[in-house]
């Protein structure tokens, strides 16, 4: 198959869908690899690099788009490039539609067969390459958080980790899956007051063991949300419903109880949010204030760390992606897993939450695909 690779073009956007240890590998499997000039430049992959990998540059997405039977990206696509996608192509990416109606029905309107990252399984029933940049997201969210806190980036000042004599921040991670799990690592690590909210017991369970009494473990409900918020200096949201829209745990409202300058995270930013008050940002203006409350809602947190985040994508997505180049759509018939990644195919909705979240009508992806 003819496997392309363009060039990211969301703002602030550095990593790149398959870098040159996975273009070898595809080129070994016998397959041809296209590669938009200069799409490597931000995790430091030269041209030559790719060329020497046995992948073909080429000087425009427009080559990229036209020459490839499938299209590897990071993130999702924008306008310019779902009207470059075309009846028959595979689209294998991060594409996070439950909050995005308009490139909902652009991939729809160009026919493509659309497999998203954020939606595939494993036997386990986790979500496998997510993980990786959520692994990433986590621990970046208690950076920002950091930064965000000082007086230099709008905070209320204060060092997140404290000194002797002077306490640590306090901070809150709604939701103890990966993006909460590895938050709360950094933030234990730098001494932080830490509070994990989740409304799973065994899962508060594993976590008490992991930390080992480090950190505080919460049943999330409304009202210790609203207790929590009131000591916080940072709330950190690590929500996820895989392929719907992220729930709103802190309303408007809520934020009154919270300190001055005191610091929101939204990691789900890409699913819509799980705080009232978020909208998407970028790393170029990530913050702004709603009620004297600092926001940081950056929707590609790991673009910042281009080169580790794109390492660990790939070593994630790699398997899939040599799967569907050899097998184009029978890889999804073939395997579940695979086609729980399934979100549209020819014209139709094939995820059920993005469906029902984009109040849009779904066809089931193995009635969609004529598996028996």
């Known amino acids: 198959m003819r496997v392309g690779v363009p060039k990211e073009i969301k703002v ?20 041809d690899v296209l590669v938009q000039t200069g799409a490597g430049a931000g995790i430091g992959a030269a041209d030559a690099t790719y060329l020497a990998a046995g992948g073909r540059i080429v000087d425009s997405a427009d080559e990229v788009f036209a020459g490839a039977e499938m299209i590897v990206k990071v993130k999702e696509p924008q306008p310019g490039e779902w009207k ?21 029905h652009g991939l729809l309107e160009s026919g493509c067969t659309a497999v998203a990252y954020e939606t595939v399984t494993d036997e386990r029933g986790g979500l496998p390459l997510l993980a990786p940049m959520s692994e990433v997201a986590g621990r970046l969210a208690v950076e920002a958080a950091a930064f965000s806190l000082r007086k230099t980036g709008g905070g209320k000042g204060l060092l997140l ?19 909460g ?12 007051e830490l509070t994990i909210l989740d409304r799973s017991l065994p899962r ?11 950190v505080r473990t919460r049943y999330s409900s409304v009202a210790t949300i609203e207790e929590e918020l009131q000591a916080a200096d940072v709330v950190i949201g690590a929500v996820l419903i895989p392929g719907a829209s992220a729930p709103k745990l802190v309303t408007r409202a809520m934020l009154k109880l919270m300190r001055p300058r005191s610091v929101l995270v939204d990691v789900a930013i890409d699913q819509g949010g799980c705080f009232e008050t978020s909208r998407p940002t970028t790393h170029d203006a990530p913050t702004y204030e709603v009620d004297d409350i600092i926001h940081y809602c950056v929707a590609n947190m790991p673009g910042a760390v281009p080169a580790t985040s794109s390492h660990a994508l790939n070593h994630a997505t790699l398997p899939f992606g040599l799967a569907l180049a050899a097998k184009g759509e029978k890889a999804l018939i ?39």
Not at 161 to 179: I, T
Not at 181 to 187: E, Y
């Open 181 to 192: 799990t590895h938050a709360a690592r950094m933030a234990a690590g730098l001494g932080c």
């Open 204 to 214: 508060l369970r594993q976590l008490d063991e992991l930390f080992q009494g480090r």
């Open 12 to 31: 602030q956007e550095h990593r790149v869908g398959l870098t040159p240890m996975a273009v070898r590998e595809y080129v070994a499997h016998g397959h």
């Open 161 to 179: 980790g404290g000194v002797p004599g002077v306490p640590p921040a306090r901070v809150v991670v709604l939701g103890g899956g990966v993006v």
């Open 334 to 372: 073939d395997d579940v897993h695979l086609r729980r990644g399934l979100n549209v195919h020819r014209g139709r909705v094939t995820c059920e939450p993005v469906a029902k979240a984009l109040k849009l009508p779904w066809v089931d992806a193995e009635d969609a695909l004529g598996v028996l």
């Open 84 to 104: 470059k996608l075309r009846k028959g192509q595979i689209l294998f990416t991060y594409l996070h539609l439950a909050p995005d109606p308009q490139q909902a």
